[in-house]
């Protein structure tokens, strides 16, 4: 069956530290693979997606990247973390033939 | 601007009791998804309508979509204290590049 893993559940880290979230998606091949971030009480707005190995698409300029080193792996990271990079992120999969999303667990992050 | 946009941003009823909620959204789609949250969780896919369908059934989920008023609605019949959560929409249409932009939810409240 398809899972998706999401690590660290809680992240607290200081303003100007670096930022590394992993996602590993498992019993699927070539997924697309995204990055939400979620606001207290609002929606998701998608920050990063990828169609395959190395292809990375920003969908708004901000202070993080995205990188796709192996086909169901996907990292979200930063060089140094600012006071509004603080908020729930998301790592998601989809394939076209199955239609819908499956995320994971989501990572809290809190930037003091 | 996000694409969809639920109504009511907030609902409160007795366990028993029908919850219907709306989404609102701008452009053509291929389909419309509506998701749940749990409270600091990931979301759950609960059910995709595709724009040539006009109504869909899952348990006790029934969602609607007329493409002519750009519009969806969930119904969730006899609900249950377990069934609170935050609900979002997400449509899925070419103006998007074909990715899913997500409304900003309706908090329902089931009360015992």
């Known amino acids: 069956s398809q899972t998706i893993h999401q690590w660290p559940a809680t992240l607290v880290q200081p303003v100007g530290s670096p930022l590394s979230l992993e996602c590993t998606v498992e019993g699927t091949s070539n997924p697309n693979l995204y990055w939400y971030r979620q606001a207290a009480g609002r929606g998701l707005q998608l920050l990063f997606y990828s169609v395959g190995i190395g292809q990375i698409s920003s969908e708004v300029p901000q202070n993080l990247s995205a990188s796709r080193p192996q086909d169901r792996q996907f990292i979200l990271s930063s060089k140094k973390l600012l006071l509004s990079d603080s908020g729930f992120y998301l790592c998601a999969w989809s394939v076209l033939y199955l239609g819908g999303y499956t995320f994971g667990s989501g990572t809290r992050l809190t930037v003091v | 601007s996000q694409q969809g946009e639920e109504d009511p941003q907030a609902l409160s009823i007795q366990e028993g009791e029908n919850a219907t909620m709306n989404c609102s959204y701008k452009?053509?789609?291929?389909?419309l998804q509506w998701y749940r949250q749990n409270s600091g969780r990931g979301l759950v896919h609960l059910i995709l309508?595709?724009?040539?369908?006009r109504e869909k059934h899952s348990g006790r989920l029934r969602v609607t979509l007329d493409t002519s008023k750009k519009s969806s609605s969930l119904l969730i019949t006899a609900s249950r204290a377990a069934d609170t959560a935050s609900y979002f929409c997400?449509?899925?249409?070419?103006?998007?590049?074909?990715?899913?932009?997500f409304g900003g939810g309706t908090r329902v409240l089931v009360k015992p």
């Open positions: 452009t053509s789609i291929n389909n």
């Open positions: 309508i595709r724009s040539n369908e």
């Open positions: 997400a449509t899925d249409a070419e103006a998007a590049g074909n990715k899913l932009t």
